[in-house]
């Protein structure tokens, strides 16, 4: 299923492999769109968001980052970005499909993200939208693991997104 973006020019292809409720889905999107609007408004682009169990995360956490562990979100970037950059600077003409850009998949654990939104008290929307933007930055050649400075600035961009989404809660 392919959904067009209201204010952005963003494209989700999305697949649900775990029973993911719509509700969630759409934070996800909503926030997938609040980052894109934001950071890259001048890209038609394209995402493929996939829902999934623990099993299926913890394999391909296993076979791309060589972590046999669950893990709530994995993000698999096309470009080689780096943060502020934008992707149609570094975009070749293989990376379009249908005129859209092809940023990359973004794979979320239905059950981490719904344990983690208990642990911290806050709505499953809000840990789905939360993991949702946290990866779009990934994709956009973010990375919280390279220093303490990118953590701080990724994960203020995060709640950024969040909040222009009204995805706080």
Excluded at 157 to 166: D, F, N, R, V, Y
């Amino acid at each position: 299923m392919v959904a067009k973006a209201e204010k952005s020019k963003l494209f989700i292809r999305t697949e649900n492999r775990s029973g993911v409720l719509e509700d969630h889905i759409r934070a996800a999107k909503k926030a997938l769109r609040a980052g894109a609007a934001r950071l890259i408004p001048e890209v038609r682009a394209e995402i493929e968001l996939i829902f999934t169990d623990g099993d299926e995360i913890r394999s391909l956490n296993a076979q791309t980052r060589g972590k046999d562990a669950v893990t709530d979100v994995l993000s698999f970037p096309e470009l080689d970005l780096a943060p502020g950059r934008s992707p149609l600077e570094v975009a070749s003409p293989g990376d379009f499909w249908d005129g859209k850009l092809f940023l990359g998949s973004v794979v979320i654990c239905k059950t981490r993200a719904e344990e983690q939104a208990a642990s911290f008290g806050h709505s499953n929307e809000r840990e789905y939208a939360f993991l949702a933007a946290h990866s779009l930055l990934h994709l956009l050649g973010w990375d919280h693991e390279r220093s303490p400075e990118e953590e701080k600035a990724q994960f203020a961009l995060q709640e950024k997104i969040l909040t222009s989404a009204g995805l706080t809660r």
